[in-house]
Every structure is written in structure tokens, then in C-alpha cells.
């Protein structure tokens, strides 16, 4: 498995709380992704980062903000969360563009 | 917007058969990926087709790619129950004129291979 680790694993919060999801990864990949899976829709690309400081929005990113401030760490905050961010989480990494994306265990988010 | 689809979306199936899974997808891309997800677990990378007529096989498993129909498909040959699990295509944005450096997947296949 690619050296990649998400915390929490699961996490139960109430609406309206701040909630701060982490990946690391000791692959050095230079890129890393935050994808949502949920029923019936797959996996939804949400932020995506190039870079150290460099990040970049995803097809669902509303009510999402992210930061890289080291090349090993992925953070996906919710500012405020909703019930309808209730969701499994999974981070991804890649070593560059069109390369194969390889993903986290996940992160089981229930927003009561 | 890229949009991928796949089908079926729910397959039940006996050991021994064989069984085809199709990926379309809407827009130009000649990257495309396939996954497996078993329950509760995270996404395994079974192949990456790189270009058109692209085909890549492992053990029961051959997936193949053609750009001009914008067409994978994910091949089943004598089925056994260790390939049950949810199979997802996933296609790469950026070469699709997406213009984000991320995937698009369809909503995944549920296969069930029963004894």
C-alpha cells in the first residue's frame, strides 16, 4: 500500500461545529486530492492540491477550504458543518498529472 | 462537464460466467482508470489505459479502451467469488478539457459473483 494515513478514521460532530480532516502521506507525491463518496454518486473530487501552498477547487467544494502547508499534509476543513456533508472522505496522491491516483482508508464523517 | 457512466450498476452473477462491464464517458480523454472497492474498504487501482486500443489484463480481469467511441470496458472471464466487490471507471479531467487535475467517476458497478 501506498504510504498514505487519514485521522480520524471516524468522526461524529454536530451541525454547525468545525471540523478539520487530515491525510498524510510519506511517498513525497506531489500531488493530493480530497474526494466525498456517497451513495449513488461515486466519489466526487472536492479540492486538489499541485503543490506546497498550491490548491485548487473540485467539482464540490462548497462549504470545503483546504491547506497544504507541508508536502506530506492534506488538510479538508468544514468551516461549519451540515448534514449534508455526512460522508465517507477519502484522500488521494499522485506523483503528477495523469498519474494513477492512489487513495487513503478514509474517513467516515456522521454530522448529527 | 465530463460526465462517466457505467453499466450496469448492479450485477448478480454465477462462478464460472463471464461478464462485461461498460464505462462511457462524454467528453475527449485517453486517460482512463478502473478501481475496486470492497465494502467498507478503500479504492485499489486496477488498471490505467494510457491510449486508444489499450488493452491491460490480470488473472480473470482485462480491461480495454477506445478513445473514438469515448468506451472502456471491464472484461469478467470464469467468474469466482474473491471478484465480488463494487468496480468504479474513472476518468482523468485534465484531458478532457476538465481543466481540474482530479477524476471523474461513475457511480460504480455493485458485482455480487455467487457459488
Known amino acids: 500500500d501506498a504510504g498514505i494515513t487519514q485521522s480520524p478514521r471516524h468522526k461524529v460532530t454536530e451541525t454547525g461545529t468545525p471540523v478539520t480532516l487530515r491525510c498524510h502521506q510519506t511517498e513525497n507525491h506531489r500531488y493530493m486530492y480530497w474526494y466525498r463518496q456517497d451513495p449513488g454518486h461515486g466519489l466526487r473530487l472536492i479540492h486538489y492540491?499541485?503543490?506546497?501552498?498550491?490548491?485548487d477547487k473540485g467539482e464540490v467544494s462548497d462549504g470545503y477550504s483546504v491547506s497544504r502547508s507541508k508536502t506530506e499534509d492534506f488538510l479538508l476543513t468544514l468551516e461549519s458543518a451540515t448534514s449534508s456533508q455526512t460522508s465517507v472522505y477519502f484522500c488521494a496522491i499522485s506523483q503528477g498529472v495523469g498519474e494513477t491516483q492512489y487513495f487513503g482508508p478514509g474517513t467516515r464523517l456522521l454530522v448529527l | 462537464e465530463l460526465k462517466v457512466e457505467q453499466n450496469p450498476l448492479f450485477l448478480s452473477m454465477q462462478e464460472g460466467k463471464n461478464y462485461t462491464i461498460y464505462c462511457n464517458y462524454s467528453t475527449t480523454s485517453d486517460r482512463l482508470y478502473w478501481y475496486r472497492q470492497d465494502p467498507g474498504k478503500s479504492l485499489e487501482s486496477l488498471f490505467v489505459?494510457?491510449?486508444?486500443?489499450a488493452v491491460k489484463q490480470e488473472g480473470r480481469l482485462m480491461a480495454s479502451l477506445d478513445t473514438k467511441a469515448r468506451l472502456s470496458t471491464l472484461h469478467i472471464t470464469a467468474a469466482v467469488h474473491d471478484l465480488s466487490a463494487t468496480y468504479f471507471c474513472a476518468v482523468d479531467s485534465t484531458y478532457s478539457g476538465g481543466g481540474a487535475d482530479g477524476l471523474t467517476f461513475g457511480k460504480g458497478t455493485h458485482l455480487i459473483i455467487q457459488p
Open positions: 489505459l494510457l491510449s486508444n486500443g
Open positions: 492540491s499541485y503543490g506546497v501552498k498550491d490548491t
